[in-house]
């Protein structure tokens, strides 16, 4: 079945960075995208932005420019978030989920990485 | 504040109906797609109604979704305990160089 597996979660001081891994299996990794969302604790989705794993090609949220890099590694079907200069406000949940194409559905989600800003 | 506007709870008793509204412009849901996603308590959120009023294999009946102008609304029939969640509606955003935006999400009870 489709799955995406997330890493583990993160402990970061302000300042540093963190790169989140997300494994993709039971489909042809190179014929989606993998979109990145997060969640602050008790709030709502936020969208990070969205990468092809065909070319690589991305579209980052205006928010997060400068500070996020989404990659692929096709030769064991893994997308990568990191997002640099952290700060307590990126404390979330932050999921990876297929997507066809720019602006389609998501489906499925991974699991979810905590990561945890904090001095 | 998010772009799409959602009321932040709902609820409903078994067996009922209960509705839930996602009001957008003419940028996201005035001229494309309306998903809608079901986050249960500690869970990854899943993909409930995709194009507007599409069920994903496996969603039951009882989920529907429609779409009309900038406004779009997820509908539960048959209440169950089980439909207890966090739901949220997505769409992708024209403006500036594009996004996909989400509601603020609508906390469902089952009284």
């Known amino acids: ?119 | 504040q998010s772009v799409l506007t959602q009321p932040p709870s709902a609820s409903g008793t078994p067996g009922q109906r209960v509705t839930i509204s996602c009001s957008g412009s003419s940028s996201n849901i005035g001229s494309n797609y309306v998903y809608w996603y079901q986050q249960l308590p500690g869970t990854a959120p899943k993909l409930l109604i995709y194009r507007n009023n599409q069920r994903p294999s496996g969603v039951p009946d009882r989920f529907s979704g429609s779409k009309s102008g900038t406004s779009a609304s997820l509908a539960i029939s048959g209440l169950r305990s089980e439909d207890e969640a966090d739901y949220y509606c997505a769409a992708w955003d024209d403006s500036l160089s594009g996004s996909v935006v989400f509601g603020g999400g609508t906390k469902l009870t089952v009284l």
């Open chain 1, 1 to 119: 079945q489709v799955q995406l597996v997330q890493s583990g979660a993160e402990v970061k001081k302000p300042g540093a960075s963190v790169k989140v891994s997300c494994k993709a299996s039971g489909y042809t990794f190179t014929s989606y995208g993998i979109s990145w969302v997060r969640q602050a604790p008790g709030q709502g989705l936020e969208w990070m932005g969205w990468i092809s794993a065909y070319n690589g090609n991305t579209n980052y949220a205006q928010k997060l420019q400068g500070r996020v890099t989404m990659t692929t590694d096709t030769s064991t079907s893994t997308a990568y978030m990191e997002l640099r200069s952290l700060r307590s406000d990126d404390t979330a949940v932050y999921y990876c989920a297929r997507v066809k194409e720019l602006g389609d559905w998501f489906d499925p989600w991974g699991q979810g990485t905590l990561v945890t800003v904090s001095s």
